[in-house]
């Protein structure tokens, strides 16, 4: 099991993108749409938009609250290209769960696309394994409604999220859980798994730079296995190391164990603009679920 | 070493727990009366193995007198960064006693968790490594912890904080991520996070390495102008050059872990065949 080159180069290439991709810091100290918000009305605004794709039953709606996403992912300068991406990615990934439900012998529904007739002329059923099917296969109205909606939600709730995260960074989105009063004990395992996969990725592609570095040509099979463990054994042991030092540096800042405090500074107010967005974000749950009702 | 990780592991969840608010009776001078004659810090025959058997330091006998600046010299694993976490209060000698202020801190003291925490607070301590230093998610909360810790909120919080961002000149960082700074910008806001809780002493473990020569320059000024000011100040370092311009005096680690000299900066500096030996210089 020797590692190609190309997964060797794409594991590269994957570590640095996600480096890159929670290293939204830059664009956090940036104006923009998202960024001028007050940080709790940032994380309900896209609470509330993301209940309003959750509760759509319209295709259109879906789409409008796409085009929203796009538009504040726009004006607070994330780049499209990480947004059409990220949405197209999880699109997909829901569109290829939702494939077997296209089909009439996984979920039944009026015919829209004829796909082949099984068994003898005439038969209605035919077995397949254990179960009896009908012996038409074809794609349903209903099915294809169906992964269309999820494969729409999928992407539209990551385009909005992706969009967020992106302009303001994980930190102001941890202030704001707090200041929502999220419970401390999930805020801060959250910011301590937050700075973890900056740690391991970082000790991760040290060491990959390191083993490519120290090995000329293809590594020979017999050790590339044992390479992938002992990787695996440092990375854990590396990073906790530094966490054991990580907990006398609160320590020796007069940390009480089992009493730490996050600090807390001064909330800023609410403006205008916050309740807008917020209103904004209300409007859409209100339109997702209004047709249900008038249907 | 289990009870090492025993230790560790209660720490971190108990850290996610942040239940408690009671920080507000924590006594602020644990010191007898009679503290102004002591030393600030003494060290008498202090051992420490990390694992049985295998000794980081070996029967240290040190003194710190207050308002001195020591200079803490050893090659690469002698124990000066031992050393420091052991005058720092984060590890506790396997043998031999440590004093604070007159005071002496044994075990029962360790177990009370508000006068350790005072302690601490007048003991600031820069680590070796910065990255394990800097644990917030932005620079400004990562000032912010140890005033946190004493019970500062709002804008008592805020200004205390704005104080050591101005002290450093690190007022743009303040809303970036710690971990993605340059080195000298990282051991920038490891110290204004120290300098941020008004520690009497400072501790400082090898921080001009990894600075660029003008970073080292500003360190080697900046700590001056501290131990000017009356900090008391131990510095643990094999850059000669620093140490030459902001101690006074000095104590030799040896590769044996044992202290092999101790006087005044210019004397130790002055002896090559003693520098020689304890592999200070080549
Ligand atoms: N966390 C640890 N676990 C086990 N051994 C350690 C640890 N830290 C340091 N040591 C050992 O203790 C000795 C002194 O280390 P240290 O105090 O870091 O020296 P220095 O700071 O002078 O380089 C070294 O032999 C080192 O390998
Ligand atoms: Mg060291």
Redesign the interface.
């Known amino acids: 099991m020797s590692i190609p080159a190309a997964v060797r180069k794409s594991m590269a290439g994957v570590l640095a993108l996600s480096q890159k991709a929670l290293a939204s810091e830059a664009l956090a100290q940036q104006p923009g749409l998202w960024q001028s918000l007050h940080p709790a009305a940032q994380v309900l605004v896209v609470l509330g938009l993301l209940l309003a794709v959750g509760l759509s039953r319209n295709l259109l709606l879906l789409a409008g609250l796409g085009l929203v996403g796009l538009a504040l992912g726009w004006a607070s300068r994330v780049s499209l290209r990480l947004l059409a991406a990220v949405t197209v990615g999880a699109a997909l990934l829901a569109g290829i769960l939702a494939l077997p439900a296209l089909f009439n012998w996984v979920r039944p529904g009026a015919p829209l696309l004829f796909v082949h007739h099984f068994g003898p002329p005439g038969s209605d059923a035919v077995g397949l394994l254990f179960w009896r099917v009908p012996a038409e296969l074809w794609v349903t109205r209903q099915g294809l409604l169906g992964a269309a909606f999820l494969a729409g939600r999928a992407g539209v709730s990551a385009l909005l999220a992706a969009g967020l995260v992106a302009a303001s960074g994980v930190p102001a989105f941890l202030e704001a859980l707090r200041m929502l009063r999220v419970p401390e004990l999930f805020v801060s395992v959250l910011a301590l798994a937050y700075r973890y996969i900056f740690i391991l990725l970082a000790v991760a592609q040290e060491l990959l730079v390191a083993r490519q570095a120290r090995t000329v040509g293809r590594m020979p099979r017999k050790l590339a296995f044992p390479f992938f463990f002992s990787a695996l054994g440092t990375l854990w042991l590396r990073s906790w190391l530094l966490s054991e030092e990580v907990f006398q540096a609160m320590l020796a800042r007069g940390g009480v164990p089992g009493q730490f405090r996050a600090p807390r500074a001064c909330a800023p107010r609410w403006k205008l603009r916050d309740w807008a967005a917020l209103a904004g974000a209300v409007l859409a749950v209100i339109l997702a679920v209004a047709p249900a009702r008038a249907g | 070493m289990n009870a090492?990780h025993a230790v560790?592991f209660?720490?971190?969840k108990?850290?996610?727990?942040?239940?408690?608010?009671?920080?507000a009776d924590m006594p602020t001078n644990p010191a007898p009366p009679t503290a102004a004659l002591a030393p600030a810090l003494a060290l008498q025959g202090v051992s420490y193995e990390y694992a049985p058997g295998i000794p980081a330091l070996l029967e240290v006998h040190l003194e710190v007198p207050v308002g001195q600046s020591l200079a803490l010299l050893g090659a690469n694993g002698s124990g000066k960064s031992t050393l420091l976490?052991i005058l720092?209060?984060?590890l506790m000698p396997t043998r031999g006693r440590m004093l604070a202020w007159g005071t002496p801190l044994d075990r029962r003291f360790w177990q009370d968790?508000?006068r350790?925490?005072?302690f601490?607070?007048r003991v600031?301590?820069l680590?070796q490594?910065s990255?394990?230093?800097?644990?917030?998610?932005?620079v400004?909360?990562e000032i912010?912890?140890?005033?946190?810790?004493?019970?500062l909120?709002?804008?008592a919080?805020?200004a205390r904080v704005q104080e050591a961002l101005e002290l450093l000149q690190i007022g743009p960082l303040a809303?970036?991520?710690p971990?993605?700074l340059s080195g000298g910008e990282k051991k920038k806001v490891a110290l204004a996070?120290?300098l941020a809780?008004k520690p009497e002493i400072l501790l400082l473990d090898e921080p001009s390495t990894g600075l660029d020569p003008r970073s080292q320059a500003w360190l080697a000024a900046f700590l001056s102008q501290l131990h000017a000011a009356g900090h008391t100040l131990v510095l643990a370092s094999h850059d000669l050059d620093l140490v030459g311009k902001v101690c006074i005096s000095g104590v030799i680690l040896g590769e044996d872990h044992r202290v092999m000299a101790s006087g005044s900066i210019p004397r130790l500096l002055g002896d090559s065949a003693l520098l020689r030996q304890a592999n200070l210089i080549a």
């Open positions: 090492r560790h209660a720490a971190v108990a850290e996610s727990a942040r239940a408690v608010p009671s920080c976490k720092a209060g984060l968790d508000a350790a925490s005072a601490r607070r600031g301590l680590m490594n990255d394990a230093q800097l644990f917030c998610t932005t400004w909360e912010a912890f140890g005033p946190a810790q004493l019970g909120e709002g804008h919080l805020q809303g970036r991520s971990h993605r996070a120290i809780l």
